[in-house]
């Protein structure tokens, strides 16, 4: 099946820095979707991306479908932004999701 | 608009006990995902349905395990004689189902499952 690999794991932030976090996925892909688990554990919807540029306030994702990389931006971190961000892929012809491992961001004051 | 509706939020079951989430999806959604997300794993896909037609179980553990979505009420995952190791969070997913194979997936806020 389809892998998807994340990095970095895991990321640690001052307040107003800005960051980013990549996926790399194995194949080609008719579905990426990025999500926020926050410290409650509720999924997040932050971008439906299976190609090209999103931006949602501090938020912002590319996805680059020919070289198989999607990279989520986020901008004058917050301490809210604190979580987990996961990346998910499905191949063509699928419609279950395909999860990366995650990169666990703590925003500090 | 409300979201993907799970119920309980929490749950606390037995070895051997049953256990029944449900999840109701977003209105004018007709298909919906089960994910689970064991400790220290990512989330893993476990099944898709239609109303009454489960579509894809390929991720569904053979034994005590079932899931429903009939013509009318909520999606259920039912869980028999549970054990430890089924505690996870369980989480739904639900999406509109038009003929495109792209499709945004909704979450719901999860089931906790917590067995002794």
């Known amino acids: 099946g389809i892998q998807v690999e994340q990095s970095p794991p895991d990321l640690i932030l001052q307040e107003g820095a800005n960051s980013t976090l990549r996926c790399n996925f194995s194949d080609s892909v008719n579905n990426l979707q990025w999500f926020h688990q926050n410290p409650w554990g509720q999924l997040i919807n932050l971008f439906y991306?299976?190609?090209g540029t999103k931006q949602n306030g501090r938020l912002s994702a590319t996805t680059v479908a020919t070289e198989r990389y999607s990279l989520l931006y986020i901008s004058s971190s917050q301490t809210t932004d604190s979580g987990v961000y996961f990346c998910?892929?499905?191949?063509?012809?699928?419609?279950?999701?395909?999860f990366g491992k995650g990169t666990k961001l703590s925003v500090i004051p | 608009n409300a979201g993907v509706m799970q119920n309980p939020r929490h749950l606390v079951r037995r070895r051997g006990q049953e256990a029944r989430l449900r999840c109701s999806p977003m209105?004018?959604?007709?298909?919906v995902y089960w994910y689970r997300q064991l400790p220290e794993e990512g989330l893993k896909f476990m099944v898709y349905l239609q109303k009454e037609n489960i579509i894809d179980e390929s991720g569904m553990p053979k034994e005590r395990f079932s899931a429903e979505f009939p013509k009318e009420g909520p999606s259920i995952l039912r869980i028999q004689q549970v054990v430890r190791g089924d505690s996870a969070a369980y989480f739904c997913?639900?999406?509109?189902?038009?003929?495109?194979?792209?499709?945004?997936?909704?979450f719901g806020p999860g089931t906790r499952l917590l067995v002794l």
């Open positions: 998910a892929v499905s191949g063509a012809g699928s419609y279950q999701l395909t």
């Open positions: 209105k004018g959604h007709s298909h």
């Open positions: 991306i299976p190609s």
């Open positions: 997913a639900s999406s509109p189902g038009t003929p495109r194979s792209q499709e945004t997936q909704y």
